[in-house]
């Protein structure tokens, strides 16, 4: 992936900071996780306008963005708490999982994770269930 223009990486670290405030979310305790996946969605901004989660292999990223579950803050973070790139997570660097379907493949890795700010977040909790991504997670 090519290296991010600073005013991509900058916007996505503020849109980082803030959500964690109003998700009462962590970035995870190692800071090149962070870093990491800031970068990839920093460059998948550049090169295709929007901030494509950077863990999922996608078959086309452009069929991807006609549709923005994949966008961060995703579908799935916003629905149960759960980010599996770790950029959003407990302060002990666990991502929430309880709220997880009891067959996702975050329940099955991590078991059940409690959220210590339940009163924060899942803004879409009262949607119906998203149908599954189009890509694999890594
Ligand atoms: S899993 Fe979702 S919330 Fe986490 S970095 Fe990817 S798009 Fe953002």
């Known amino acids: ?3 991010p223009s600073q005013k991509s990486l900058e916007r996505m670290q503020t849109y980082v900071r803030k959500y ?3 998700t009462g979310t962590a970035t995870h305790p190692n800071k090149e996780v962070t870093e ?3 970068k990839g969605l920093a460059s998948h901004l550049d090169v295709l306008g929007k901030p494509l989660c950077p863990c999922n292999f996608y078959p086309d990223k452009k069929v991807e963005i006609t549709s923005r579950r994949w966008f961060c803050a995703c ?4 629905r149960w708490k759960y980010c599996h790139c ?6 002990d660097g666990l991502p929430v999982t309880e709220y997880l ?15 210590p700010t339940p009163d924060k977040g899942r803004e879409s909790r009262a949607l119906p269930p998203s149908p ?7």
């Open 101 to 115: 379907p009891a067959d996702h493949e975050g329940r099955q890795i991590y078991g059940e994770v409690k959220d």
């Open 75 to 78: 579908d799935e973070m916003k």
């Open 1 to 3: 992936m090519n290296e």
């Open 36 to 38: 990491s996946v800031v």
């Open 132 to 138: 599954p991504p189009k890509g694999e997670t890594l």
């Open 86 to 91: 770790l950029l959003f997570v407990r302060e």
């Open 20 to 22: 964690c405030e109003k």
